[in-house]
């Protein structure tokens, strides 16, 4: 299989999806666990706070990359 090198730009957008995917799922998957945790406890408070820590940490997890590629 042939490589892409670094600098290709097909290879920079994957790198990019990859790294955008990541964060969705960091702050979804906080939303989903507060979910399960009010169905278990008969709450009502879990999912809006795993909503409220996924997307702090969702966007902290973007901002840090976006600086990390702006040092580039």
Same mark, same amino acid.
């Given at each position: 299989?042939?490589?892409i090198?670094?600098?290709?730009?097909?290879?920079?957008?994957?790198?990019?999806?990859?790294r955008?995917?990541? /964060?969705?799922?960091?702050? *979804?998957?906080?939303?989903? +666990? !507060?979910?399960?945790?009010?169905? @278990?406890?008969?709450? &009502?408070?879990? /999912?809006?706070?795993?909503? *409220?820590?996924?997307?702090? +940490? !969702?966007l902290?997890?973007?901002? @840090?990359?976006?600086? &990390?590629?702006?040092?580039?």
């Amino acid at each position: 299989m042939a490589r892409i090198p670094s600098n290709a730009p097909i290879g920079e957008a994957l790198a990019w999806a990859s790294r955008i995917i990541a /964060a969705g799922v960091v702050m *979804v998957l906080p939303v989903i +666990a !507060g979910r399960w945790g009010d169905d @278990r406890l008969g709450s &009502r408070f879990l /999912a809006p706070i795993g909503l *409220v820590v996924g997307f702090v +940490a !969702g966007l902290g997890w973007i901002v @840090r990359m976006a600086a &990390r590629a702006k040092q580039r």
